[in-house]
């Protein structure tokens, strides 16, 4: 509960408890989401001990603005107290709700259950024209006047009925309520938020489409010039958005097919990537079996995978003595093979070059192949 300062400078916890505030997304760490033009219902559980009568608003603005906008809340049952407003723009709006006891209102109703009683309100009345004086020091303009003329007369000798209906007059009370006394007022622990987007974030007709199966001529390779000829087109069946798959690279290996077939031919298109650039002094590995990482083997000692139980097509079983076997990590296992694989091609072409390294590859030869770039595998077919 909220701490209060009291006249006195003294401290104490509030009278008015404010909980159960709504819509509130995850105790106001997000923020909820109206679009342009609807309204924000916002309720709270109000409540205080005794029997005083309680005064409940609720204050929004737009983020960035300096004065707050208010709306009075309405008691429901249980306690439970709602206002609304209506969010006109873009952005982010805050709101808080406010509450207090409202002395006046809680006198007036008093004054009215002693005069049905038939009692006698004498020292009620002087009671009420102290609490119009201080209503009339927080007034301004001509409200201001007005209340003192009627704290005056409610507190001067004469007829107690006359200033018994005075002082319940609806007129008079509506003044009171337009200057309350907030000084002992209990504000919400937080500032919730509310996103404003435009209509279209609530409903949209999606269009999906392909741009590389886009283009009007057979064979040829879609673009997103030919995409943004097709608008016209998607807008007449009366899609609202155009929605683009994924884009990514073709892959050299295991690539699909158009219409997403599970292996391409050689009439698909081919990316520009895997053309690659050799060397007259050495050549690089066929495309089809290229790697990224380069193996650390020579030729003559290729590793065994384990688990297996036997070792690769074509090449030499490696002894397991320490010295030679080599553990292969889970995740470099494909690596490893492919590179194995790249190696026993290029010995079984007959490629070789000047003077060998411990790879198996010349400086020269390495430095050629780096030419080749493999671009990661598509999840995505052509189209």
Same mark, same amino acid.
């Given at each position: 509960?909220?701490?209060?300062a009291?006249?006195n400078?003294?401290?104490?916890?509030?009278?008015?408890?404010?909980e159960?505030?709504?819509?509130?997304?995850?105790?106001?760490?997000?923020?909820?989401k109206?679009? @342009? %033009?609807?309204? @924000?219902?916002?309720?709270?559980?109000?409540?205080?001990?005794?029997h005083?009568?309680?005064?409940?608003?609720?204050?929004?603005?737009?983020?960035g603005?300096d004065?707050?906008?208010?709306?009075?809340?309405?008691?429901?049952?249980n306690?439970? !107290?709602?206002?609304?407003?209506?969010?006109?723009?873009?952005?982010?709006y805050?709101y808080?709700?406010? /509450?207090?006891?409202?002395e006046f209102?809680s !006198?007036?109703?008093?004054?009215?259950?002693?005069r049905?009683?038939?009692?006698?309100?004498?020292?009620?009345l002087?009671?009420?024209?102290?609490l119009?004086?201080?209503?009339? #020091?927080? &007034?301004?303009?001509?409200?201001?006047? !007005?209340?003192?003329?009627?704290?005056?007369?409610?507190?001067?000798? %004469?007829?107690?009925?006359?200033?018994?209906?005075?002082?319940?007059?609806?007129?008079?009370?509506?003044?009171?309520?337009r200057?309350?006394?907030?000084?002992?007022?209990?504000?919400?622990?937080?500032?919730?938020?509310?996103?404003?987007?435009?209509?279209r974030?609530?409903?949209?007709? !999606?269009?999906e489409l392909?741009?590389?199966?886009s283009?009007?001529?057979p064979?040829?390779? *879609?673009?997103?010039a030919?995409? #943004?000829?097709?608008?016209p087109?998607? &807008?007449?069946?009366g899609?609202?958005?155009l929605?683009?798959?994924?884009?990514h690279p073709?892959?050299?290996?295991?690539?699909?097919g158009?219409?997403?077939?599970?292996?391409?031919?050689? /009439?698909?298109?081919?990316?520009?990537?895997?053309?690659?650039?050799?060397?007259?002094?050495?050549?690089?590995?066929? &495309?089809?079996?290229?790697?990224?990482?380069?193996?650390?083997?020579?030729?003559?000692?290729?590793?065994?995978i384990? *688990?297996?139980?036997?070792?690769?097509?074509?090449?030499a079983? @490696?002894?397991?003595?320490?010295?030679?076997t080599?553990?292969?990590p889970?995740?470099?296992?494909?690596?490893?093979i492919?590179?194995t694989s790249?190696?026993?091609?290029g &010995?079984?072409? %007959?490629?070789?070059?000047?003077?060998?390294?411990?790879?198996g590859?010349?400086?020269?030869?390495?430095?050629? /192949?780096s030419?080749?770039?493999?671009?990661?595998?598509?999840r995505?077919?052509?189209?």
């Open positions: 509960m909220k701490n209060v009291h006249p400078g003294a401290e104490g916890p509030a009278r008015v408890v404010i159960g505030v709504t819509p509130e997304l995850d105790g106001g760490r997000f923020a909820v109206r679009v @342009v %033009g609807e309204t @924000v219902t916002v309720g709270a559980d109000v409540f205080a001990e005794g005083d009568r309680l005064v409940a608003m609720l204050g929004f603005r737009r983020v603005e004065v707050w906008q208010e709306v009075p809340m309405e008691p429901r049952v306690d439970r !107290w709602e206002a609304t407003f209506t969010v006109t723009h873009l952005g982010t805050e808080v709700v406010q /509450a207090w006891a409202d209102a !006198w007036r109703s008093a004054l009215a259950k002693k049905d009683a038939g009692l006698d309100v004498s020292s009620e002087l009671e009420g024209a102290a119009l004086g201080r209503a009339a #020091e927080r &007034a301004s303009g001509e409200d201001r006047p !007005w209340l003192s003329a009627q704290a005056r007369a409610l507190g001067a000798p %004469g007829d107690a009925a006359v200033r018994i209906a005075a002082a319940l007059a609806s007129e008079l009370a509506a003044c009171v309520a200057h309350p006394d907030r000084a002992g007022a209990t504000r919400y622990e937080r500032v919730l938020q509310v996103t404003v987007d435009r209509e974030a609530v409903f949209g007709a !999606w269009y392909f741009p590389r199966s283009a009007r001529q064979g040829r390779h *879609g673009t997103f030919d995409v #943004e000829a097709r608008l087109y998607v &807008a007449s069946m899609f609202d958005v929605y683009l798959p994924p884009i073709i892959g050299r290996t295991h690539r699909k158009r219409n997403n077939t599970a292996g391409a031919t050689s /009439a698909d298109p081919i990316p520009s990537s895997a053309r690659s650039t050799t060397s007259t002094a050495c050549s690089p590995p066929p &495309a089809s079996t290229a790697s990224r990482s380069r193996s650390t083997w020579p030729s003559s000692a290729r590793p065994t384990r *688990g297996s139980g036997r070792t690769r097509p074509g090449s079983a @490696v002894p397991m003595g320490r010295s030679n080599r553990r292969i889970r995740r470099s296992t494909r690596t490893s492919r590179s790249r190696a026993r091609t &010995a079984r072409s %007959g490629r070789s070059c000047g003077g060998s390294s411990s790879s590859w010349s400086a020269e030869c390495a430095s050629s /192949a030419t080749t770039r493999t671009p990661s595998r598509s995505s077919g052509n189209g």
